[in-house]
């Protein structure tokens, strides 16, 4: 009767998660895994909502991006780092509740009180999602000499397990060594836009390294997305999927 009621509560939960992106003029896909679907409900620019075993996890959610009073509470926030394109401390208290668990960086700690601080490499299981802390940072791109736009050890990409799924969610990062030597992951998000993140052809090299079994290109701005396809497009195990993630 439990496992009854569990699932019509998912069933009831995704329908909803569809109506409201539908009203907002936003897309889910759907992701089979072993315990059931996950969906992913693209917010925008590096905002993602994620629902999964009847929890709701966001991405940096911003409201820039998402009209978030008509989405749904959050059982899990990740937060990937201290920019305002990312965090957005309003939006985090419209959408948690007292059971809400965030994730964040160390140097957000200050500004969010009881957020679950994961360092570069760290791992740990919050809301009974097994989540693994990836470096994000830049190589090349630097704000002034010596300056990156994202710096080494200060913001974090996340992988995150969905049944026998591993989605990657990388945060603003160039192609590091990091990224490079991952391994059996399912989902990658990869952020694409000059100056701040990826080229087409870094995004492209670091696909072709750990090789995601579905490759989302987001927080893209203006970059030419069918550069990317074209780049890819004889790497036949790797999908790219273009999703409206300006």
Not at 3 to 20: P, R
Request: aromatic share 8%; charged share 20%; proline share 4%.
């Amino acid at each position: 009767m439990t496992k009854i009621l569990f699932l019509c509560m998912s069933l009831i939960l995704f329908s909803a998660t569809e109506v409201m992106a539908a009203d907002q003029n936003i897309t889910t896909d759907k992701i089979k895994t072993t315990q059931g679907d996950l969906a992913i409900t693209f917010l925008g620019h590096g905002s993602i909502m994620l629902s999964f075993g009847g929890k709701i996890i966001y991405i940096d959610p911003v409201s820039q991006y998402a009209d978030y009073s008509n989405l749904p509470k959050a059982d899990l926030i990740l937060v990937t780092h201290e920019h305002g394109d990312h965090l957005d401390l309003k939006t985090i208290d419209t959408v948690k509740t007292g059971k809400t668990s965030l994730v964040i960086t160390q140097t957000i700690a200050g500004q969010i009180a009881g957020g679950i601080v994961l360092k570069n490499g760290d791992e740990k299981t919050v809301q009974g999602f097994r989540i693994v802390a990836v470096p994000a940072y830049n190589l090349v791109n630097m704000r002034s000499p010596g300056v990156p736009y994202h710096a080494k050890g200060t913001g974090n990409g996340y992988i995150i397990t969905f049944g026998n799924k591993r989605l990657y969610i990388a945060g603003d990062t160039e192609n590091t060594p990091e990224m490079k030597s991952l391994r059996s992951i399912d989902i990658a998000f990869l952020p694409m836009n000059l100056p701040y993140t990826m080229t087409p052809e870094m995004v492209a090299d670091a696909a072709k390294s750990f090789r995601p079994g579905i490759l989302y290109p987001y927080h893209y701005g203006n970059t030419d997305t069918s550069k990317l396809i074209e780049l890819l497009r004889d790497e036949k195990d790797i999908e790219v999927r273009i999703r409206k993630m300006m």
